[in-house]
Structures are given as C-alpha cells and as structure tokens.
C-alpha cells in the first residue's frame, strides 16, 4: 500500500505551523536587540528564521517528491543557521536569555521534526498528493 502524505495546503503541516511560530519567536526577540544590530545579526536571524517555513511551504507546493525532499533540506539548514545565531546573541548578551532559550527549543524540534518527514518521504512507495 503506497503512503501518501496529503495536505489541503502546506498550512495543515504540522511542522510548517511550529515553524511558522519559530519565526514570529525570532522576530519578538530580536526586537530587543541593539539597534547598531539591525542590518546585521537581527537581519540575518530574521532571513534564516523565515526561510524556515517559506522553503517547507514552498516544497510542499513543488510537483514531485525530490523537490518537496530538496527543500526541506533547505529549511532544515535554515533552522541550523537560527540556532547557530541564537548562540551568537547569546554570547553577546543580546536579548532576553529565556526568549532565546525558547526559540532554540523551538528550532531543535522544528529540525528534529522536519528529519522525521524527510524519513518518512524516504520510505518506498511513498507519493506526495496535494489539493490546493
């Protein structure tokens, strides 16, 4: 039996929601740091945090497995990228310290759960049907 992995729209994706939450978590806290940062660090956090669900939704919309696989790739490594800038506020006291923890915390189980989805589309027979 072929498994399918049907959505309405990428909006029903259960990681596209967390990631979704990722973002807007990112851009509070990033309202917090200093204005000097904001063409640097909080414009670079802020890009890796949206390309998180925009490449999620936009593999969704793709017409085939491979390119729904390629770019969850790409959002996995967007959540690497938040995490890694998270540390580097962190290491320079930007933002409040429980609101970074919490976005890290939301980025490891975005990746974790992204990894799960790329497993399950790894599976023989799996086929991606979309009804937008």
Do not use: C
Request: proline content about 2%.
């Amino acid at each position: 039996m072929r498994e399918k992995l049907k959505a309405l729209s990428f909006r029903d994706l259960v990681v596209w929601q967390r990631a979704m939450q990722l973002a807007v978590a990112v851009y509070r806290l990033t309202r917090g740091f200093p204005r000097e940062e904001q063409y640097r660090l909080i414009n670079q956090v802020r890009r890796s945090a949206v390309s998180v669900p925009s490449n999620i939704d936009e593999g969704q919309g793709r017409l085939n497995v491979g390119e729904f696989k390629h770019f969850l790739g790409i959002a996995r490594g967007s959540s690497f990228e938040v995490q890694t800038q998270l540390e580097i506020a962190r290491a320079l006291s930007f933002g409040d310290a429980a609101s970074i923890d919490e976005a890290e915390k939301m980025s490891h189980e975005v990746g974790k759960m992204i990894y799960g989805l790329l497993a399950s589309i790894g599976r023989e027979g799996f086929s991606l049907t979309t009804e937008n």
